[in-house]
């Protein structure tokens, strides 16, 4: 017998009316979680649930168990759970690999939903720490996984959450309809559908290279880690459960609306705006994993590169709600629009100026300094990266004067200016463990290495053309972002210009030569090894999917993570030692091109301790950006809108970024 589903509205009241019905008839402590387990917005008997309290990267601590009752509820004790771990539920099926999870705080919830969305949202957020039934890593992460579910999925009405929900992404993206397919298989799974598709679904979801999943959960977290590896055959088995009436009707999937196309990939991505965020350039998390970020211009206003008013530094929470001053973000100390610098040490956060300015903030946005601190009597012009090293050493480009500032051990007051040979507009800095400053050069094909205590002694290395950022894997190797590749022909942009005269030139010129063939793209990605060696001289392209690289950040496996600013993609890119991938994937590898309804041109990509990518929407529209006269009704649409969240796609890494990256287990 086909069974017979509660729509939204319908599923939600009938929740409420049993937990009242219940109520009266239990003795619920502070400590107490009430809960129903539903599937396809029916309650289900005889479910074994399982609360769960994590313990760090220790083994989780079970706290309660209960079996569902005829109306799907149940209840469980919270009372000798951890502080600092979160908690969870587990719901399984005694008959068959249906498992379902809900993923919540620290703090029990007196009423929950445990269904197929939790479990949806929880095995996303929660991916890099999942293995089997057990949630374990690095305290951190775990509490951003926790924090961040809820904006896919309320667990305590089973349905969505309120971020999904809101403009940017409900209708801007397929996140919506893709969290709605994958929960809608999960019901499959149980009740529509017979073994053989089950075990399809399984094998499905396998990862390249790994084992195929158990369960419902396993299968989740698996398209979770990996969500480009088999969208397809996914996707067939969602047609296959629920087929397309002839008449063209909706499909009879418990969950609305889902995909009507099959997706390049199964991610699960949110967009975040507020707090002055508007054409962010670098990505910086702090201890605490909340996110730092300078922005070009103003938010609202209708800047571009012909004229401008500048952003200022913008701050997240680990799950994306704004916490600086909206439009304004946090300013100070003279700043006007922020590009590239923007960096967090150990106690304070670092920002840089267009107009030659260095704004130093504590933790909860207040200037740390004031401008008469800065010990330079000379004009500074365009400043852009900033690099900090384990020490706590503070190295500034200035990119129009082709010199360096010094801030050793970060102290304000002791900066000084350091000249290099070889600098060429500097956009970005890296120190490695040998205490040695890299550079990039954006006006060249060169990254400069010198040793602290010595510039004179500066040696160059070749790479791609218009050189961006830079990063540093486990293993001190030097990975490098050049906007252009050697075959391109390089804009001509005269000594002394501006900031915003080197972007207003660089992007009419690419604008020209890359809309002259629309087959045409450019741009690579080195990595220069600590003895200064190149295992590919002319760079790793990902056979052409790399396009204008800008941002890029490594990750705790080592992976490079890349922002498209021309192909407005995020590149995942195998790095050196590739593990965890198939047997075929090779170092320069491109794995996977992540692409959405809200990510625009990318500069910055960066990895927070729970294993999410943010990407710095950076530019929109051309004309609004570039037009000496904007069309009018989108001339407020030169900066990019937002920064949006991949989750649980990379392995975490810890926070701040000073020197390598530092894997969080």
Same mark, same amino acid.
């Given at each position: 017998?086909?069974?017979?589903?509660?729509?939204?509205?319908?599923?939600? *009241?009938?929740?409420?009316?049993?937990?009242?019905?219940?109520?009266?008839?239990?003795?619920?402590?502070?400590?107490?979680?009430?809960?129903?387990?539903?599937?396809?917005?029916? #309650?289900?008997?005889?479910?074994?649930?399982?609360?769960?309290?994590? %313990?760090?990267?220790?083994? #989780?601590?079970?706290?309660? +168990?209960?079996?569902?009752?005829?109306?799907?509820?149940?209840?469980?004790?919270?009372?000798?759970?951890?502080?600092?771990?979160?908690?969870?539920?587990?719901?399984?099926?005694?008959?068959?690999?249906?498992?379902?999870?809900?993923?919540?705080?620290?703090?029990?919830?007196?009423?929950?939903?445990?269904?197929?969305?939790?479990?949806?949202?929880?095995?996303?957020?929660?991916? @890099?720490?999942?293995?089997?039934?057990? &949630?374990?890593?690095?305290?951190?992460?775990?509490?951003?996984?926790?924090?961040?579910?809820?904006?896919?999925?309320?667990?305590?009405?089973?349905?969505? *959450? %309120?971020?999904?929900?809101?403009?940017?992404?409900?209708?801007?993206?397929?996140?919506?309809?893709?969290?709605?397919?994958?929960?809608?298989?999960?019901?499959?799974?149980?009740?529509?559908?017979?073994?053989?598709?089950?075990?399809?679904?399984?094998?499905?979801?396998?990862?390249?290279?790994?084992?195929?999943? /158990?369960?419902?959960?396993?299968?989740?977290?698996?398209?979770?880690?990996?969500?480009?590896?088999?969208?397809?055959?996914?996707?067939?088995?969602?047609?296959?459960?629920?087929? %397309?009436?002839?008449?063209?009707?909706?499909?009879?999937?418990?969950?609305?609306?889902?995909?009507?196309?099959?997706?390049?990939?199964?991610?699960?991505?949110?967009?975040?705006?507020?707090?002055?965020?508007?054409?962010?350039?670098?990505?910086?998390?702090?201890?605490?994993?909340?996110?730092?970020?300078?922005?070009?211009?103003?938010?609202?206003?209708?800047?571009?590169?012909?004229?401008?008013?500048?952003? *200022?530094?913008?701050?997240?929470?680990?799950?994306?709600?704004?916490?600086?001053?909206?439009? +304004?973000?946090?300013?100070?100390?003279?700043?006007?629009?922020?590009?590239?610098?923007?960096?967090?040490?150990?106690?304070?956060?670092?920002? +840089?100026?267009?107009?030659?300015?260095?704004? /130093?903030?504590?933790?909860? *946005?207040?200037?740390?300094?004031?401008?008469?601190?800065?010990?330079?009597?000379?004009?500074?012009?365009?400043?852009?990266?900033?690099?900090?090293?384990?020490?706590?050493?503070?190295?500034?480009?200035?990119?129009?004067?082709?010199?360096?500032?010094?801030?050793?051990?970060?102290?304000?007051?002791?900066?000084?200016?350091?000249?290099?040979?070889?600098?060429?507009?500097?956009?970005?800095?890296? &120190?490695?463990?040998?205490?040695?400053?890299?550079?990039?050069?954006?006006?060249?094909?060169?990254?400069?290495?010198?040793?602290?205590?010595?510039?004179?002694?500066?040696?160059?290395?070749?790479?791609?053309?218009?050189?961006?950022?830079?990063?540093?894997?486990?293993?001190?190797?030097?990975?490098?972002?050049?906007?252009?590749?050697?075959?391109?022909?390089?804009?001509?942009?005269?000594?002394?210009?501006?900031?915003?005269? @080197?972007?207003? &030139?660089?992007?009419?010129?690419?604008?020209?030569?890359?809309?002259?063939?629309?087959?045409?793209?450019?741009?690579?990605?080195?990595?220069?090894?600590?003895?200064?060696? @190149?295992?590919?001289?002319?760079?790793?392209?990902?056979?052409? @999917?790399?396009?204008? #690289?800008?941002?890029?950040?490594? !990750?705790?496996?080592?992976? /490079?993570?890349?922002?498209?600013? $021309?192909?407005?993609?995020?590149?995942?890119?195998?790095?050196?030692?590739?593990?965890?991938?198939?047997?075929? &994937?090779?170092?320069?590898?491109?794995?996977?091109?992540?692409?959405?309804?809200?990510? %625009?041109?990318?500069?910055?990509?960066?990895?927070?301790?729970?294993?999410?990518?943010?990407?710095?929407?950076? $530019?929109?529209?051309?004309?609004?950006?570039?037009?000496? !006269?904007?069309?009018?009704?989108?001339?407020?649409?030169?900066?990019?809108?937002?920064?949006?969240?991949?989750?649980?796609?990379?392995?975490?890494?810890?926070?701040?970024?000073?020197?390598?990256?530092?894997?969080?287990?």
């Amino acid at each position: 017998m086909k069974p017979v589903f509660l729509n939204r509205n319908q599923s939600l *009241g009938f929740a409420l009316f049993l937990l009242a019905f219940c109520l009266p008839c239990l003795t619920i402590s502070a400590a107490d979680i009430l809960g129903r387990v539903e599937l396809g917005g029916q #309650p289900i008997s005889g479910v074994k649930v399982t609360l769960f309290a994590t %313990q760090g990267s220790d083994a #989780p601590l079970k706290l309660a +168990t209960a079996v569902t009752r005829d109306d799907g509820s149940f209840l469980v004790s919270s009372d000798s759970g951890r502080e600092d771990g979160v908690l969870y539920l587990i719901a399984s099926d005694p008959a068959k690999p249906l498992v379902l999870l809900s993923l919540l705080d620290n703090v029990p919830r007196a009423n929950v939903v445990v269904n197929e969305l939790t479990t949806v949202a929880s095995a996303f957020t929660a991916a @890099q720490f999942i293995e089997g039934h057990s &949630i374990r890593g690095n305290p951190l992460g775990l509490r951003i996984a926790a924090s961040n579910t809820p904006n896919l999925v309320d667990p305590v009405t089973g349905q969505w *959450g %309120q971020v999904l929900l809101n403009p940017l992404n409900s209708t801007q993206t397929t996140t919506l309809a893709t969290l709605n397919t994958l929960g809608s298989m999960i019901t499959a799974f149980a009740r529509v559908t017979d073994d053989a598709w089950g075990a399809k679904l399984l094998k499905a979801a396998t990862p390249p290279g790994g084992t195929a999943p /158990v369960d419902t959960l396993d299968a989740m977290v698996s398209i979770a880690r990996t969500p480009w590896a088999a969208p397809k055959e996914i996707f067939s088995l969602f047609e296959e459960a629920y087929p %397309q009436p002839k008449d063209g009707s909706r499909r009879s999937a418990p969950f609305v609306p889902y995909l009507a196309y099959a997706p390049d990939d199964f991610t699960l991505s949110l967009c975040f705006a507020g707090g002055g965020v508007y054409s962010p350039g670098r990505l910086m998390f702090d201890a605490e994993g909340n996110l730092w970020s300078g922005q070009n211009w103003m938010a609202g206003s209708q800047s571009g590169v012909n004229q401008s008013i500048g952003g *200022g530094v913008s701050k997240l929470s680990p799950n994306g709600k704004a916490l600086s001053p909206p439009i +304004t973000g946090y300013t100070g100390m003279g700043i006007d629009g922020v590009g590239w610098g923007t960096a967090v040490t150990r106690d304070k956060v670092w920002a +840089t100026s267009f107009n030659g300015k260095i704004l /130093v903030l504590d933790f909860a *946005g207040k200037p740390a300094a004031v401008e008469s601190d800065l010990p330079f009597t000379e004009k500074l012009l365009g400043l852009m990266g900033i690099g900090v090293a384990a020490n706590g050493d503070v190295w500034i480009a200035d990119g129009v004067q082709n010199q360096l500032l010094y801030f050793r051990g970060g102290e304000v007051k002791a900066g000084q200016i350091v000249k290099v040979p070889g600098l060429k507009s500097p956009f970005d800095i890296v &120190i490695d463990p040998q205490n040695r400053v890299w550079v990039s050069n954006s006006q060249s094909d060169k990254v400069v290495r010198f040793p602290v205590d010595d510039p004179s002694k500066a040696e160059s290395f070749r790479v791609g053309m218009g050189v961006r950022a830079l990063a540093l894997d486990s293993k001190g190797n030097v990975w490098v972002a050049s906007n252009m590749s050697l075959d391109f022909p390089p804009p001509v942009i005269p000594d002394g210009a501006s900031i915003m005269q @080197q972007f207003k &030139i660089a992007a009419a010129h690419m604008l020209k030569v890359l809309s002259s063939d629309p087959t045409m793209v450019t741009g690579v990605v080195n990595m220069i090894r600590p003895d200064g060696s @190149q295992p590919a001289p002319n760079g790793f392209s990902g056979d052409k @999917q790399v396009s204008v #690289p800008w941002g890029l950040n490594v !990750d705790g496996n080592d992976d /490079v993570w890349i922002g498209n600013f $021309w192909g407005r993609g995020v590149v995942l890119m195998a790095g050196d030692t590739p593990r965890g991938h198939a047997a075929d &994937i090779k170092t320069g590898d491109v794995l996977h091109v992540f692409k959405g309804g809200s990510i %625009q041109m990318l500069t910055d990509v960066s990895i927070d301790p729970a294993g999410n990518v943010w990407a710095a929407n950076n $530019w929109n529209n051309l004309n609004a950006a570039a037009a000496p !006269d904007p069309n009018r009704p989108t001339s407020t649409w030169g900066g990019g809108s937002g920064i949006t969240i991949i989750y649980g796609v990379a392995a975490p890494v810890q926070s701040p970024r000073m020197g390598v990256v530092r894997a969080a287990n």
